[in-house]
């Protein structure tokens, strides 16, 4: 398993702990949590960093079955003013774009972003040559059927995982023969994406399965549609079943956390870091719990 990731001009080491990649929607139709602007998009990214994350993922497409498919002009120029902004306000910030297009990625990482979080698989047969010919990293994602189409009927699974892992063994063989660098890609392997909940939960079940693949693995589920289907709840009342697969997902080896909660999530990561033996050995504890009777009132987090 590789420990740590390339992201262009600087490595992420997961030796130790999860990382929290937090999301910022430039899209006027995303699902949840959309950026009003420029300014709220540097505000966003300023917020990932203070809350721990390490970070930003750009989206200028929704991929939503009820949303149309943009064009790739109208992506690029919702994403690459929102990575100018980033890199013009000196935020120390990681930036991935969530887009399949070619020369969408090729806009963005021009400008100034490191990663390309692709959510076809590689459905663009460009893209991981504009990926190696940036030396950027590039997470390659599973998915079945189409984006912005959903068909629950051809969702079948044999075996899921096994259909999964073949998928991105043979889409990262693709990467490393365009050029990108095997340390500098990353799996997902799609939850939701052509699948429905009952599959999504095998994949809970069976996460650990793809670590045989030896590449880090990106988990994303935070406030998705399946958990809001089993809790017939809202995406904004997901938060704590969404922290609870995130921590299924490290458990089994997940590395890269997408999500909508930067700092409920970074907590949750650092807590399962905490357990370590080096790590708790190493622990800067406080003296009393703050709040309580010789403690202070602060509540920033030591670990």
């Not at 939701?192 to 809970?204: A, H, N, S, V, W």
Request: glycine share 8%.
């Amino acid at each position: 398993m590789i420990e740590t990731v390339r992201l262009r001009d600087r490595v992420l080491d997961l030796r130790d702990e999860a990382r929290v990649m937090g999301i910022v929607n430039v899209t006027p139709d995303s699902f949840y949590d959309r950026a009003a602007g420029l300014d709220d998009v540097v505000a966003r990214a300023r917020a990932i960093v203070a809350a721990g994350g390490a970070l930003v993922d750009v989206g200028g497409q929704s991929y939503a079955a009820w949303n149309r498919r943009v064009s790739a002009d109208e992506e690029r120029e919702r994403v690459v003013p929102a990575v100018e902004a980033i890199r013009a306000a000196g935020i120390d910030l990681t930036i991935s774009i969530d887009t399949f297009k070619a020369s969408v990625a090729d806009a963005a990482l021009a400008a100034g972003a490191q990663v390309i979080n692709d959510c076809s698989g590689l459905s663009d047969p460009d893209l991981a040559g504009v990926v190696a010919k940036h030396d950027a990293a590039l997470v390659v994602m599973h998915l079945k059927g189409e984006l912005n189409v959903r068909d629950p009927a051809g969702y079948a699974y044999t075996d899921v995982m096994r259909e999964i892992i073949d998928f991105l063994r043979e889409r990262t063989g693709r990467a490393l023969a365009a050029g990108v660098r095997r340390d500098s890609i990353v799996i997902d392997p799609g939850l939701e994406f052509g699948k429905e909940p009952r599959t999504d939960l095998e994949i809970l079940d069976r996460f650990g399965e793809l670590r045989e693949l030896g590449y880090p693995i990106l988990f994303a589920s935070s406030r998705k549609s399946f958990i809001g289907r089993i809790f017939r709840r809202p995406a904004k009342e997901l938060l704590v079943p969404s922290l609870a697969t995130a921590a299924i997902g490290i458990a089994a080896g997940a590395r890269l956390l997408r999500v909508h909660d930067v700092e409920e999530t970074v907590q949750l990561a650092r807590m399962f870091a905490a357990i370590a033996p080096g790590r708790r050995a190493t622990l800067d504890l406080a003296d009393h719990m703050p709040g309580t009777p010789g403690g202070n009132s602060t509540s920033a987090a030591a670990v």
